[in-house]
C-alpha cells in the first residue's frame, strides 16, 4: 500500500484554495473579533502586542480553514491595522516603509499557518480515506465469506464501497478462448480493450475514469477486476483495488470449488441410490428365490422320500415365493414409472374394495396376529389407481406384519372425515423412532430394527407415498400406533362424488 | 446316500418360507432338526440342545451373524454352515475367520446343501478319530508316508505342495481361505495370494485330468479353495 505513505510524506494535494460560504464567514468574524480586540486594546497594551492580536487571529484562520482563508485573512488583517493603528490615522496610506513591516509578517504568518493547517488536513484526510478502505475491505471481505456461488459473489461485489461509491465493477474471467464478463450483461466501451491489455501484461492500469487489476487464483492469473466511472481514481486506486480482487478471486475460486462439490455429491447420491437398488435387488429377490430352489430341488432330488404333506408344503412355498417375488418386482417397477414422472391412471376406486384385496394378499402372512377391521358399509370412492393402490395398501400391511411380533394387535379402519377417504393402517410392532417418522417414506429406508440385514425392500412406504401423492392425497407416519407401541401409517385420499361414476 | 444317523442340525434362519422348507427335507434324510429365529435363540439352543451342524443365515433379526459365530466359538466347535443371501466376499471371509466352517449362497439348491452338511459330519468324525489316509475320488493321501496317488499312481509333490493339499483335505469337501492356506504353506506372515495361485496351479496340474477345468480343486472366488469329495470314486 505505497500509495498511503506516499500521500503523507511528499505531496500535500488539498491546500485548500477554495473557500466555502461558512469559511468565509467564520474568517471574516475571527478577524473582525481579533481585529477589534486589537484596535481597542492598541492605546493601553501598545502597538506590538496589539500587532500580535492580529497575528493570532491571522493564525488561527489559516489553521482552521487552509492557506486561502489564511491569506485573505492577512490581507484584511494588515488593511484593518494600515487603517486604525498607523499613521496617518484611518487611511491606507503608508506613512514609512517600515509600516510595510507587519504586512509581510502577517502575510508570512498566514502563509506557514496555511501550509501546515493544510497539510494537517491532507494527512487526516489520507488516514480517514484509508480506514475507509479498510473498513470496506473488511466488510466486503466478511460478506464474501458468506458468499458460495458465482452470482452471490458478484452480489456482494456490487454492494461493496467502490460500487456505493458510484463506479460500476466489472470482473472479467479467462476461459482458455478469451476474457468474458462474468454476470452476462453489455461490455461497457472501451473496457474490454483495458481488460485485455491488463490481463496481456499481468499488472494493474490506472487512469482517470478506469482503474484494472489481474485477479490470481492459486494456479496463476485468471482473470481481471475493473473499476470504472467519472474521477475513479478519487475513489479507489490500484492498490486497493488489488486488494479487493485478492478477495474477489478467493472467492470466486471456492465458489468454482463448491458448486464442483455439490456436482460430485449429486453424482454419488444418484451412484448410492444405484447401489442400493442393486443390494436391495440381490437380497429380496435371493430370499424367496432360495426357498423356492431349496423346494424345488428338494422335491425333484428327495421328492420319494418325503411323506405328501411335505410334498405340499414345498409346493406351496414355491406358490407363495412367486407371489413374492412377482410382488417385488411390481414395487420396482411401479417405483421406476412413479420415479420417472408418469402419472398413473385414475378411475373410481372404492376403497372398501381395496382394503379388503390388500387383506386377502397379506392375510396368508398374518401368523397369529390379530387382525381387526373398522370398516363403512357403503361404499367411499376415491380417484385412484387400483392396482397400485392396493401394491400401496400390501406394502403397507406387510411392513405391519413385517415388523410386529407374533400374537400382536393390527388394526385397519377406513372412514370418511370431512372430504376426504381416511385409511389408518396401525400396529402394535416395533415402531419408528419419532425423528425417523418423514425418513421412512424415502427410499430404501429403512427402520434399523437392529443392526442386522433388514427385511423388504425399502421401497413400500416410497411407492405408498409416491401413490398417495400422484392422487393428491396425504400419507405420514405416527407413533405409537397401537397398545401404546407400534406405528400408524395414515392416508387421507380426496373422497370422490359417487354421481362421478354415472357420468 | 444313507443319512448319518440321528445327527442334530440347527437351522438358524429368520425367514419362515426357508425354514419352512429346510425343516422337512432335512428331517426325511433323518437328522434331528431344531429350528431358531434369531442370534439369542441360537445361542441357547446349541447350550441345551447341542447341535452337530448349524446352518447359519448371517442377517439376523437381533445379532449380527458374524457375532452368533463368535459367541458359539467361545464354548463350542459345532461346525457351522454360514447360509446367507450376502453376496459380498467380504461378510463370508469375515464369517470364516470368526470360526465358520463353510458356506452356502442362497439361492442354493438343497443336493449342495446336503454335500455340505455331510462334509461338515464327517470332518467332526475325523476330527476325532484323525484317520491314516484321506479318499476324494481318484485322490488317496497316505498321511502316514506321505504318499499321494492319483488312481492308484504316486505323484510327487513339493513339502509345500503337500502341505496345502493336507490342508485342503483336512476339510474335505469345505472351503479353507486364502488366509489358512497361506499360513499353512508359508507361515503365518506371507499374505500374497499370487504365491497361493501358482501353487494351485501346479497342484491342478499334477492332479487333475484337466487343469483347466478342474474337479477335484474347486475354486471358490475371492475367498478360498474346496477339495471336492463326493466325486465318484473312480479308483480311489
Redesign the interface.
Given at each position: 500500500m505505497s500509495s498511503y505513505r506516499d500521500l503523507g510524506r511528499s505531496t500535500i494535494r488539498d491546500l485548500r484554495l477554495h473557500l466555502s460560504g461558512r469559511e468565509l464567514l467564520s474568517s471574516v468574524m475571527i478577524v473582525a473579533i481579533s481585529s477589534s480586540l486589537a484596535v481597542w486594546s492598541e492605546p493601553t497594551v501598545g502597538l506590538v502586542s496589539a500587532a500580535l492580536l492580529f497575528v493570532l487571529g491571522v493564525m488561527i484562520v489559516g489553521a482552521l480553514h487552509g492557506l486561502a482563508a489564511a491569506l485573505l485573512a492577512a490581507f484584511v488583517a494588515f488593511m484593518i491595522y494600515n487603517f486604525f493603528l498607523t499613521e496617518p490615522f484611518l487611511t491606507f496610506r503608508l506613512s514609512t516603509t517600515t509600516d510595510a513591516a507587519p504586512f509581510v509578517a502577517f502575510n508570512v504568518v498566514a502563509l506557514i499557518a496555511g501550509v501546515l493547517a493544510g497539510r494537517l488536513q491532507d494527512r487526516a484526510k489520507a488516514a480517514q480515506r484509508a480506514n475507509l478502505q479498510l473498513a470496506s475491505l473488511l466488510e466486503t471481505s466478511q460478506q464474501l465469506q458468506a458468499a458460495v456461488r458465482e452470482t452471490e459473489v458478484l452480489t456482494t461485489l456490487d454492494a461493496s464501497a467502490p460500487a456505493r461509491l458510484g463506479l460500476a465493477l466489472h470482473v472479467f474471467q479467462h476461459d482458455g478462448g478469451g476474457l468474458a464478463m462474468l454476470g452476462g450483461g453489455a461490455v461497457p466501451a472501451g473496457v474490454a480493450a483495458v481488460a485485455q491489455q491488463v490481463w496481456t501484461s499481468g499488472t494493474a492500469t490506472q487512469l482517470d475514469h478506469i482503474v484494472a487489476v489481474p485477479l490470481h487464483a492459486a494456479q496463476g492469473p485468471f482473470g481481471v477486476l475493473v473499476a470504472i466511472g467519472d474521477h475513479a481514481t478519487d475513489v479507489v486506486d490500484a492498490a486497493f483495488l488489488s486488494a479487493l480482487a485478492g478477495m474477489l478471486a478467493l472467492a470466486l475460486e471456492r465458489a468454482a470449488l463448491s458448486s464442483r462439490i455439490a456436482e460430485a455429491s449429486a453424482l454419488a447420491r444418484s451412484e448410492e441410490l444405484k447401489t442400493a437398488l442393486l443390494s436391495s435387488v440381490s437380497h429380496d429377490f435371493r430370499t424367496p428365490l432360495a426357498a423356492i430352489s431349496a423346494s424345488a430341488s428338494s422335491l425333484r432330488d428327495y421328492g420319494a422320500q418325503l411323506d405328501a404333506g411335505a410334498r405340499e408344503q414345498l409346493l406351496r412355498s414355491i406358490v407363495n415365493e412367486c407371489e413374492r417375488l412377482n410382488r417385488y418386482t411390481a414395487n420396482l417397477l411401479e417405483m421406476s414409472k412413479l420415479q420417472a414422472g408418469l402419472s398413473p391412471t385414475g378411475s373410481l376406486v372404492d376403497v372398501v374394495e381395496a382394503v379388503g384385496a390388500a387383506l386377502k394378499q397379506v392375510r396368508g402372512k398374518l401368523g397369529s396376529r390379530q387382525l381387526e377391521r373398522h370398516l363403512p358399509a357403503a361404499p367411499l370412492l376415491v380417484r385412484a389407481d387400483a392396482a397400485l393402490f392396493e401394491l400401496a395398501l400390501v406394502n403397507i400391511l406387510a411392513n405391519a406384519i413385517a415388523y410386529s411380533d407374533d400374537g400382536a394387535r393390527i388394526m385397519v379402519s377406513v372412514a370418511q372425515a370431512g372430504g376426504e377417504a381416511a385409511i389408518d393402517i396401525s400396529d402394535a410392532g416395533f415402531g419408528i423412532p419419532p425423528g425417523d417418522l418423514d425418513r421412512v417414506f424415502e427410499r430404501f429406508q429403512r427402520v434399523a430394527r437392529y443392526e442386522a440385514a433388514p427385511k423388504g425392500s425399502g421401497l413400500g412406504l416410497a411407492i405408498a407415498k409416491g401413490f398417495v401423492e400422484a392422487f393428491e392425497g396425504r400419507i405420514w407416519a405416527e407413533t405409537p400406533g397401537l397398545d401404546g407401541r407400534g406405528t400408524r401409517i395414515a392416508i387421507r385420499l380426496p373422497a370422490a362424488a359417487p354421481q362421478a361414476e354415472a357420468a | 446316500m444313507t443319512a448319518a444317523g440321528r445327527s442334530r442340525i440347527l437351522v438358524v434362519d429368520?425367514?419362515p418360507?426357508?425354514v419352512?422348507?429346510?425343516k422337512?427335507?432335512l428331517e426325511?434324510?433323518g437328522y434331528e432338526v431344531r429350528v431358531a429365529v434369531d442370534g439369542a435363540g441360537a445361542l441357547g439352543a446349541v447350550a441345551l440342545f447341542g447341535a452337530d451342524v448349524v446352518l447359519l443365515d448371517?442377517?439376523?433379526?437381533?445379532?449380527?451373524?458374524k457375532e452368533v459365530i463368535a459367541r458359539l466359538r467361545r464354548t463350542s466347535d459345532v461346525p457351522i454352515i454360514v447360509v446367507s443371501?450376502?453376496?459380498q466376499e467380504g461378510e463370508k471371509i469375515a464369517a470364516l475367520d470368526k470360526g465358520a466352517d463353510d458356506f452356502v449362497n442362497?439361492?442354493?439348491?438343497?443336493?449342495e446343501?446336503?454335500a455340505r452338511v455331510r462334509a461338515a459330519l464327517r470332518r467332526r468324525q475325523n476330527a476325532a478319530r484323525r484317520p491314516a489316509a484321506f479318499h476324494a475320488g481318484p485322490l488317496t493321501i497316505d498321511v502316514a508316508t506321505r504318499r499321494v496317488t492319483i488312481a492308484g499312481e504316486t505323484i510327487k509333490l513339493s513339502p509345500k505342495e503337500y502341505a496345502l493339499l493336507t490342508t485342503l483335505a483336512e476339510s474335505a469337501g469345505q472351503v479353507v481361505t486364502h488366509r489358512r492356506l497361506l499360513a499353512a504353506g508359508w507361515g503365518d506372515g506371507a499374505a500374497d495370494t499370487q504365491y497361493l495361485r501358482v501353487y494351485m496351479g501346479l497342484l491342478r496340474q499334477k492332479l487333475e485330468e484337466d487343469p483347466a477345468e478342474p474337479r477335484l480343486i474347486l475354486t471358490e472366488a475371492g475367498i478360498g479353495y474346496r477339495l471336492a469329495d463326493d466325486l465318484p470314486p473312480g479308483f480311489g
Amino acid at each position: 500500500m505505497s500509495s498511503y505513505r506516499d500521500l503523507g510524506r511528499s505531496t500535500i494535494r488539498d491546500l485548500r484554495l477554495h473557500l466555502s460560504g461558512r469559511e468565509l464567514l467564520s474568517s471574516v468574524m475571527i478577524v473582525a473579533i481579533s481585529s477589534s480586540l486589537a484596535v481597542w486594546s492598541e492605546p493601553t497594551v501598545g502597538l506590538v502586542s496589539a500587532a500580535l492580536l492580529f497575528v493570532l487571529g491571522v493564525m488561527i484562520v489559516g489553521a482552521l480553514h487552509g492557506l486561502a482563508a489564511a491569506l485573505l485573512a492577512a490581507f484584511v488583517a494588515f488593511m484593518i491595522y494600515n487603517f486604525f493603528l498607523t499613521e496617518p490615522f484611518l487611511t491606507f496610506r503608508l506613512s514609512t516603509t517600515t509600516d510595510a513591516a507587519p504586512f509581510v509578517a502577517f502575510n508570512v504568518v498566514a502563509l506557514i499557518a496555511g501550509v501546515l493547517a493544510g497539510r494537517l488536513q491532507d494527512r487526516a484526510k489520507a488516514a480517514q480515506r484509508a480506514n475507509l478502505q479498510l473498513a470496506s475491505l473488511l466488510e466486503t471481505s466478511q460478506q464474501l465469506q458468506a458468499a458460495v456461488r458465482e452470482t452471490e459473489v458478484l452480489t456482494t461485489l456490487d454492494a461493496s464501497a467502490p460500487a456505493r461509491l458510484g463506479l460500476a465493477l466489472h470482473v472479467f474471467q479467462h476461459d482458455g478462448g478469451g476474457l468474458a464478463m462474468l454476470g452476462g450483461g453489455a461490455v461497457p466501451a472501451g473496457v474490454a480493450a483495458v481488460a485485455q491489455q491488463v490481463w496481456t501484461s499481468g499488472t494493474a492500469t490506472q487512469l482517470d475514469h478506469i482503474v484494472a487489476v489481474p485477479l490470481h487464483a492459486a494456479q496463476g492469473p485468471f482473470g481481471v477486476l475493473v473499476a470504472i466511472g467519472d474521477h475513479a481514481t478519487d475513489v479507489v486506486d490500484a492498490a486497493f483495488l488489488s486488494a479487493l480482487a485478492g478477495m474477489l478471486a478467493l472467492a470466486l475460486e471456492r465458489a468454482a470449488l463448491s458448486s464442483r462439490i455439490a456436482e460430485a455429491s449429486a453424482l454419488a447420491r444418484s451412484e448410492e441410490l444405484k447401489t442400493a437398488l442393486l443390494s436391495s435387488v440381490s437380497h429380496d429377490f435371493r430370499t424367496p428365490l432360495a426357498a423356492i430352489s431349496a423346494s424345488a430341488s428338494s422335491l425333484r432330488d428327495y421328492g420319494a422320500q418325503l411323506d405328501a404333506g411335505a410334498r405340499e408344503q414345498l409346493l406351496r412355498s414355491i406358490v407363495n415365493e412367486c407371489e413374492r417375488l412377482n410382488r417385488y418386482t411390481a414395487n420396482l417397477l411401479e417405483m421406476s414409472k412413479l420415479q420417472a414422472g408418469l402419472s398413473p391412471t385414475g378411475s373410481l376406486v372404492d376403497v372398501v374394495e381395496a382394503v379388503g384385496a390388500a387383506l386377502k394378499q397379506v392375510r396368508g402372512k398374518l401368523g397369529s396376529r390379530q387382525l381387526e377391521r373398522h370398516l363403512p358399509a357403503a361404499p367411499l370412492l376415491v380417484r385412484a389407481d387400483a392396482a397400485l393402490f392396493e401394491l400401496a395398501l400390501v406394502n403397507i400391511l406387510a411392513n405391519a406384519i413385517a415388523y410386529s411380533d407374533d400374537g400382536a394387535r393390527i388394526m385397519v379402519s377406513v372412514a370418511q372425515a370431512g372430504g376426504e377417504a381416511a385409511i389408518d393402517i396401525s400396529d402394535a410392532g416395533f415402531g419408528i423412532p419419532p425423528g425417523d417418522l418423514d425418513r421412512v417414506f424415502e427410499r430404501f429406508q429403512r427402520v434399523a430394527r437392529y443392526e442386522a440385514a433388514p427385511k423388504g425392500s425399502g421401497l413400500g412406504l416410497a411407492i405408498a407415498k409416491g401413490f398417495v401423492e400422484a392422487f393428491e392425497g396425504r400419507i405420514w407416519a405416527e407413533t405409537p400406533g397401537l397398545d401404546g407401541r407400534g406405528t400408524r401409517i395414515a392416508i387421507r385420499l380426496p373422497a370422490a362424488a359417487p354421481q362421478a361414476e354415472a357420468a | 446316500m444313507t443319512a448319518a444317523g440321528r445327527s442334530r442340525i440347527l437351522v438358524v434362519d429368520d425367514e419362515p418360507s426357508l425354514v419352512a422348507v429346510l425343516k422337512p427335507v432335512l428331517e426325511a434324510q433323518g437328522y434331528e432338526v431344531r429350528v431358531a429365529v434369531d442370534g439369542a435363540g441360537a445361542l441357547g439352543a446349541v447350550a441345551l440342545f447341542g447341535a452337530d451342524v448349524v446352518l447359519l443365515d448371517l442377517g439376523l433379526p437381533d445379532i449380527d451373524g458374524k457375532e452368533v459365530i463368535a459367541r458359539l466359538r467361545r464354548t463350542s466347535d459345532v461346525p457351522i454352515i454360514v447360509v446367507s443371501a450376502r453376496h459380498q466376499e467380504g461378510e463370508k471371509i469375515a464369517a470364516l475367520d470368526k470360526g465358520a466352517d463353510d458356506f452356502v449362497n442362497k439361492p442354493f439348491e438343497i443336493g449342495e446343501l446336503m454335500a455340505r452338511v455331510r462334509a461338515a459330519l464327517r470332518r467332526r468324525q475325523n476330527a476325532a478319530r484323525r484317520p491314516a489316509a484321506f479318499h476324494a475320488g481318484p485322490l488317496t493321501i497316505d498321511v502316514a508316508t506321505r504318499r499321494v496317488t492319483i488312481a492308484g499312481e504316486t505323484i510327487k509333490l513339493s513339502p509345500k505342495e503337500y502341505a496345502l493339499l493336507t490342508t485342503l483335505a483336512e476339510s474335505a469337501g469345505q472351503v479353507v481361505t486364502h488366509r489358512r492356506l497361506l499360513a499353512a504353506g508359508w507361515g503365518d506372515g506371507a499374505a500374497d495370494t499370487q504365491y497361493l495361485r501358482v501353487y494351485m496351479g501346479l497342484l491342478r496340474q499334477k492332479l487333475e485330468e484337466d487343469p483347466a477345468e478342474p474337479r477335484l480343486i474347486l475354486t471358490e472366488a475371492g475367498i478360498g479353495y474346496r477339495l471336492a469329495d463326493d466325486l465318484p470314486p473312480g479308483f480311489g
